[in-house]
């Protein structure tokens, strides 16, 4: 019926009419819903608006913050992301500990830090005033650098541990074998290997430091940021065009270090290709190495486990700094912030679920078919990773409140956000999970007479189930505590968990404030616990060995 | 008498509870070719990385040259190991790879160059040094790795199943190169394989391990034509084996009943007692098929031909002999039309008591 990679160009197309209506739906979605918002907000203010921007004080103090914060964050953030990783793929004492506590701030909402450290460590801080009897002013750049660095390291030690796993131990022996010290192991060879790995990770980790909003807002206080000044400039002042160009300004970086991470260094990336060798046990680590950093990743966890306790008692004092009383009030209280948390969960699983059907219908179209406009595809369905959900947020606002698609007002404007705001991951884990399946697969079902679409549905949808949950997983967890997209598109009528969380906070309402952030975590820690199951549950049947 | 180079004196490797290395004494003579043979888990890489120094041994000592070598770091042996994956350092070029060990000698940098360029043109690869592991084939980047590993000038070579990564063609051509730098440098080398063939054609002395232990040692020739235990026999080449009763033993002559026929064997030693029970091995192609019985009537069995097979240079046939199968390998040999009754000739000479029940 049809050929694959050797016909001509888009022939698949005439042949198969389910495949061309899928090709062209998904095709229209990311037009209108990724291509359209991002050229409207850069088109929104005039270009003497832009040329204007040296002129204003504000504007350049702004930006001279959000780059000193990303140096100043990603350092950090990466050095310890590293020590984290060193640990845990060198199994130091501690290792499996590490491992965990550097996976928890993934799943948190993104603003939890600081708010946590605010009840910590702020001028009413459990621990800075009540136990320390010190007066802390945790507000302005030292205390965002602090959460930013807890907030984001566990980025940096994903992947980075990920590329000193991939150190093959034999190259270790080798280098000993050929006279080499402990120290000079690391210097000549660890290191190096490890390098493009680190920057990948620092690039990566420097977008998020940019784009962050939760943080930023919450314990930058009269710092301005790109990141924060769209959302006030519209909060205060109405002002439209000064938004699109605040968030206009941060997409240049995030943008340019994107581009700088996947054209540049994952390229550079040593696959370090092993054979079919025993994989031999990494020698130990020396000491002089391995106690100063299980010392610094023990001090970390502690900040990292003080977030969640800080959380976690907060929703249980009666006036947080006042009044430390315990009391279940906030719980008991939940009917007036049940409907935020329920809207939640609704944008969750709706957005959820749209990512991962998209994602996975885009995938099979550019992995499988070699398409007119492939590489369009291609490339609309990663970008959004490039896009700070500050500028996702201001593109639907300005795109989608009028007609011909006037969504803001509904549920449906955060809801669509969000899923082509996440789509990139969706996408790539299904490209990860449709290259493990072989061209043969689909070749004998076009064999014995399947169509494209039947193809799909019969042969890959079952086989790609691990990227499909993977997929609704982090799709639903970042949806429900996303903060930075939803602050501009939330109305009265469809008010969402987290959006309630900054009012509650910017009100004093601590105790409440805490309780929705508790019921949030759990919430999304459910989710990832049934998607686990489902994945192990999945995997069980597969013959093993 | 050469002399006595790598000596292990009852050394033992425990990894948890489990012993991966038992109690082995192993001397390797100076200038020998020696080769730790077995199958996978056997203990034979642990052994080579005791030898290495990448583990130390829990019980037992480790002599290099004289010298003990328990608690010497890797980096201070003189030996230099070629690993199954090569292990080569992919951010650096060719140069770069066979240069570290001088490096981390602190050698003066015009040696270094001297050194690396001498070396590449002995092992056959001039004018490789600028390119990165990645850019070479893989004949080409297992003579790297000997390259990088012969150039620090080790007094002992230690090669880990170099030839696993290379097909089938490649690896008579390398193991031979490898055999012939060894003879020219007379470098004392312990080799690491699971392949019988490569053992035996490449080795002065094989060491046959089997769960941690070594269960004998000795020439190619030996090991292949006086297997010392059913393992032995059975790991290395093809044997038939059968179960019998020793009726008679005078003067190193021993007659073993098989399932009622009776089969001569010299070259025994002389512990056998009639009424033992004992497993005997032969080699297929030590057997000779006829059609007729032979004059003398000693040694020969009378079965039928139940399957064929040509593998080129021999064609096996399977006889069956009262409840027992033979395997019997016939050089050249033709199954075209090979049905029927034959006679199985066993010559005495070749057959072993592999095992005492």
């Known amino acids: 019926m049809l050929e694959w990679a050797g016909t001509r160009r888009g022939r698949v197309l005439l042949y198969d009419p389910g495949l061309a209506l899928a090709f062209i739906l998904v095709a229209g979605l990311l037009v ?49 992301g590293f020590l984290f990783a060193f640990a845990t793929s060198r199994g130091l004492p501690g290792a499996r500990l590490f491992a965990t506590i550097a996976m928890l701030p993934l799943f948190a909402p993104p603003f939890m830090v600081a708010f946590s450290y605010i009840l910590m460590f702020g001028r009413n801080g459990l621990i800075t005033r009540e136990l320390l009897g010190l007066n802390v002013n945790i507000f302005g750049w030292p205390g965002l650098w602090l959460v930013q660095t807890v907030a984001f390291f566990p980025y940096a030690a994903l992947i980075i541990s990920g590329v000193l796993e991939a150190i093959n131990p034999s190259m270790e022996y080798a280098a000993r074998d050929l006279g080499a010290r402990e120290w000079d192991v690391y210097r000549t060879l660890v290191i190096p290997l490890a390098r493009p790995g680190i920057t990948a990770a620092a690039l990566l980790v420097a977008i998020s430091v940019l784009a962050d909003f939760g943080n930023a807002v919450l314990i930058a206080g009269n710092f301005p940021l790109l990141a924060t000044e769209a959302w006030f400039l519209i909060e205060g002042w109405a002002d439209l065009k000064g938004a699109a160009i605040a968030v206009s300004l941060l997409l240049i970086p995030t943008v340019g270090l994107f581009l700088l991470e996947r054209k540049w260094v994952r390229q550079r990336v040593y696959t370090v290709v092993t054979g079919r060798g025993t994989r031999v046990s990494r ?21 990292v486990l003080i977030v969640y306790v800080g959380v976690f008692v907060g929703s249980f004092v009666t006036t947080w700094g006042y009044n430390w009383r315990l009391t279940l009030d906030h719980w008991l209280l939940a ?28 995938a099979f179209l550019t992995a499988c078919y070699r398409l007119y406009g492939s590489r369009f595809l ?68 076009a064999n ?98 | 008498m050469p002399r006595v180079h790598v000596q292990l004196v009852h050394v033992v490797k425990k990894f948890g509870a489990v012993a991966a290395v038992d109690d082995v004494s192993l001397d390797v003579q100076e200038g020998s070719f020696t080769t730790l043979l077995g199958p996978s888990g056997c203990g034979k890489t642990t052994t080579l990385r005791l030898i290495a120094g990448f583990y130390e041994p829990d019980q037992g000592e480790i002599w290099i040259g004289g010298k003990r070598m328990n608690d010497v770091p890797p980096h201070k042996r003189p030996t230099a190991m070629v690993f199954q994956e090569y292990a080569l350092f992919p951010h650096m070029t060719v140069f770069e790879n066979v240069a570290y060990g ?145 009726v008679e033993a005078v003067d190193g002559r021993v007659t073993v009943d098989i399932g009622g026929s009776r089969l001569s064997i010299t070259g025994e030693d002389a512990s056998l007692r009639p009424g033992d029970q004992v497993v005997i091995s032969v080699r297929p192609e030590a057997i000779r098929l006829s059609a007729h019985p032979s004059s003398a009537g000693e040694n020969t069995l009378k079965g039928m031909i139940t399957s064929t097979s040509f593998l080129g240079s021999v064609t096996r046939f399977w006889v069956r ?34 095992e005492k029940i």
């Open chain 1, 335 to 362: 009917k007036d912030w049940l409907g935020p948390l329920l809207n939640s969960l609704k944008v969750g699983v709706a957005s959820a679920v749209l990512t991962t059907v998209i994602a996975v219908t885009a």
């Open chain 2, 102 to 246: 001088l490096r981390m000698r602190r050698l003066p940098r015009k040696e270094i160059e001297e050194r690396v360029g001498s070396i590449l043109e002995f092992v056959g690869l001039p004018g490789l040094e600028g390119k990165f592991p990645h850019q070479l084939s893989g004949g080409q980047q297992q003579r790297v790795a000997l390259a990088r590993a012969l150039v620090v000038e080790p007094e002992v070579l230690l090669l880990d199943e170099p030839l696993s990564n290379l097909d089938a063609k490649l690896r008579i051509r390398v193991r031979t190169e490898i055999r012939e730098i060894q003879r020219r440098l007379k470098k004392t080398t312990i080799y690491v394989t699971h392949d019988q063939e490569e053992a035996l054609s490449i080795s002065d002395v094989i060491a046959v391990m089997d769960r941690g232990r070594i269960v004998q040692v000795g020439t190619p020739t030996e090991i292949y034509h006086r297997p010392a235990n059913r393992f032995v026999a059975d790991f290395v080449g093809l044997a038939n084996f059968a179960q019998g009763t020793v």
């Open chain 1, 448 to 545: 014995l007479g399947a169509s494209g679409l039947r193809t799909f549905v019969d042969i890959y949808l079952p086989l790609l189930r691990h990227a499909v949950i993977a997929s609704f997983t982090t799709s639903f967890m970042r949806a429900v505590t996303n903060l930075s997209i939803a602050v501009f598109l939330v109305t009265p009528g469809n008010m969402v968990g987290t959006f309630a969380i900054l009012m509650a906070i910017n009100n004093g309402n601590w105790g409440t404030a805490a309780a929705l952030t508790v019921a949030l975590l759990v919430v999304s820690l459910a989710i990832l616990a049934i998607g686990q199951t489902l994945l192990g549950r999945g995997l069980r049947p597969l013959p093993s060995g």
């Open chain 2, 321 to 354: 002999v009262g409840e027992m199968e033979w395997i019997v390998d016939v050089p050249g040999g033709d199954p075209e039309g090979a049905a029927g009754e034959r006679y199985l000739f066993v010559p005495p000479e070749n057959i072993r008591v592999v």
């Open chain 1, 283 to 303: 020698a130990s680590v020396p000491a002089f190495l391995k106690w100063p950093v299980v010392l610094a990743c023990s001090l970390v966890s502690l900040l």
């Open chain 1, 32 to 80: 209108v819903f990724v291509v359209l918002p991002t050229l409207r907000v850069i088109s929104y203010p005039a270009l003497a608006d832009y040329l204007a921007v040296p002129a204003q004080p504000r504007w350049i103090q702004a930006i001279r913050n959000s780059l000193a914060m990303m140096v100043l964050s990603t350092t950090t953030a990466t050095a310890v």
């Open chain 1, 378 to 445: 291609d490339f609309t369905a990663v970008v959004p990773a490039a896009l700070p959900g500050v500028f996702v947020g201001v593109g639907f606002l300005l795109t989608f409140s009028r007609p011909p698609l006037e969504l803001v007002g509904t549920a449906w404007a955060l809801i669509l956000a969000l899923t082509f705001w996440h789509m990139p991951m969706g996408y790539q884990a299904a490209l990860a999970g449709l290259a493990q399946i072989e061209r043969a697969i689909q070749e004998a079902a």
